[in-house]
């Protein structure tokens, strides 16, 4: 519904650590982070785990295809509310793929350079071996 977040649990190293919390005191808060953009999504809500076996047909939906493993329980948590935090302290950070794509092109500037000034070398008798 409008109000629920749900995501499917898999194993792990088997100490329940978020899960036995969570029976004793199911108040959780989520903080959602976007680095390279700046931006923070706080969530506050009650959280419950169930089995996934009781929910078949939603823990296929929450799967992700690319794992062998299957989920072992569900949370759901019920939001009370919600607040996109302030950017100020946020530090950006990117992935090695997104720092590869804006170096690219300075790194493939330096080689050129580099192409020249060895060629200007050459041509001056300064060249090295």
């Not at 100020?88 to 720092?99: A, D, G, N």
Request: proline share 5%; glycine share 4%.
């Amino acid at each position: 519904n409008p109000s629920t977040l749900v995501f499917a649990d898999y194993q792990g190293n088997r100490q329940l650590l978020s899960t036995g919390n969570l029976s004793v005191d199911d108040r959780v808060s989520l903080f959602l982070m976007d680095y390279p953009n700046r931006a923070r999504l706080k969530i506050l809500g009650h959280a419950r785990v169930e089995d996934a076996r009781l929910h078949p047909d939603l823990a296929a939906q929450l799967a992700n295809p690319g794992m062998r493993a299957r989920a072992e329980r569900i949370v759901f948590i019920d939001v009370l509310s919600f607040d996109w935090n302030c950017p100020k302290y946020i530090t950006p950070r990117y992935s090695l793929e997104e720092v590869e794509e804006l170096v690219g092109p300075l790194k493939a500037r330096i080689a050129e350079l580099e192409t020249e000034l060895r060629a200007a070398r050459v041509r001056s008798g300064l060249a090295t071996t």
